[in-house]
């Protein structure tokens, strides 16, 4: 269940930041779930307030585990954080990232280029810090990477075999697919990967024309590739984004590389695999636009040549 409003105005009354004092409290996020988000405003300063939910208790932990480590390399443009509570309701107050995230309107469009040389400076500072585990912050620790997507990729494929979204004979190629990363999985070397860069978690502000990434509860440690894999795939919904900011960023990333060599492969068929059980499993309607990608990326785990 979502944080009731006044729930979470009891919760932050308490904290130094806000006792004592007033402050209005905004829902920002409540479409399922999974999160509740609230922008809270006193004395003309925002904050970012984040509660964990019943299905995601671990993203107020991730995402201030992820904002500490960030701190440390002294990166400028990370949130101050205010207030953390890991005790159930789990909390987190930041400082409010301004301007507007890219999925409200298309008004950045004029600033593409310019947003996506701020994304890829981001990340680039980001994929500097390297970890010493593979995994989520916050979350379970594996001691590989090959164990990490070993566990999580067929949990994901699973429950689409069984849902005969993906028949025998595709679960065949991708066994062999699989087998045939097995090498390149166990030379992976673990560093911070955002992974969750899409519209909704880009913020641009018109008039410093600063770009910044925010929602790190899905921070983990692992494959620059797979932060790669992931952002193109969070692109598929949105045209305009995926056309002039995802897609230029994939090309220069991979410039000198074969994008589909197996591994790619494989990690396109973890995220898309991994958006449609999180549909099912909590109930929310299958997107069409997850089916057909889901099938683009099949044809090409088929044709491939064994």
């Known amino acids: 269940m979502s944080v009731k409003?006044?729930?979470?105005?009891?919760?932050?009354?308490?904290?130094?930041?806000?006792?004592?004092?007033r402050f209005q409290l905004i829902s920002i996020y409540n479409k399922h779930n999974e999160e509740k988000c609230f922008l809270a405003v006193s004395d003309s300063r925002s904050y970012k307030v984040r509660f964990a939910t019943a299905t995601s208790q671990h993203s107020v932990e991730r995402e201030y585990q992820a904002y500490w480590r960030l701190h440390q390399q002294s990166i400028s443009w990370v949130p101050t954080v205010y207030e953390v509570k890991l005790d159930e309701p789990a909390c987190l107050v930041t400082s409010f990232a301004e301007g507007s995230s890219l999925d409200k309107s298309l008004s950045w469009i004029q600033s593409a280029?310019?947003?996506?040389?701020?994304?890829?400076?981001s990340l680039r500072e980001i994929h500097q810090i390297e970890g010493c585990y593979y995994g989520h912050l916050g979350g379970p620790r594996y001691t590989s990477w090959q164990a990490f997507i070993d566990v999580r990729f067929w949990r994901h494929i699973k429950p689409l075999s069984t849902a005969k979204i993906i028949d025998n004979n595709d679960l065949k190629k991708i066994r062999q697919l699989y087998e045939e990363?097995?090498?390149?999985?166990?030379?992976?070397?673990?560093v911070l990967l955002h992974g969750d860069v899409k519209p909704a978690n880009v913020i641009f502000d018109e008039t410093t024309k600063h770009t910044?990434?925010?929602?790190?509860?899905?921070?983990?440690?692992?494959?620059?590739?797979?932060?790669?894999?992931?952002?193109?795939?969070?692109?598929?919904?949105?045209?305009?984004?995926?056309?002039?900011?995802?897609?230029?960023?994939?090309?220069s990333v991979f410039r000198n590389r074969v994008k589909k060599k197996a591994k790619?492969?494989?990690?396109d068929l973890y995220h898309a695999s991994s958006f449609l059980t999180f549909e099912m499993?909590?109930?929310?309607?299958v997107q069409s636009y997850r089916l057909t990608d889901l099938q683009k990326i099949l044809h090409e785990v088929r044709s491939r040549k064994s």
């Not at 929602?215 to 984004?241: H, N, Q, T």
């Not at 499993?281 to 309607?285: A, D, I, Q, R, S």
Request: aromatic letters at 10%; glycine letters at 6%; a positive charge.
């Open 113 to 121: 280029p310019e947003i996506a040389r701020g994304i890829v400076s």
């Open 264 to 267: 790619l492969l494989l990690y």
């Open 181 to 190: 990363t097995l090498e390149s999985l166990s030379q992976v070397r673990p």
């Open 281 to 285: 499993e909590t109930g929310l309607p």
């Open 212 to 251: 910044v990434i925010i929602d790190w509860e899905l921070a983990r440690f692992g494959d620059l590739d797979f932060e790669w894999s992931k952002l193109g795939r969070m692109a598929i919904r949105w045209p305009e984004y995926r056309r002039l900011i995802a897609e230029p960023i994939l090309r």
């Open 5 to 21: 409003r006044r729930d979470a105005r009891a919760i932050l009354s308490k904290m130094p930041t806000f006792k004592g004092r």
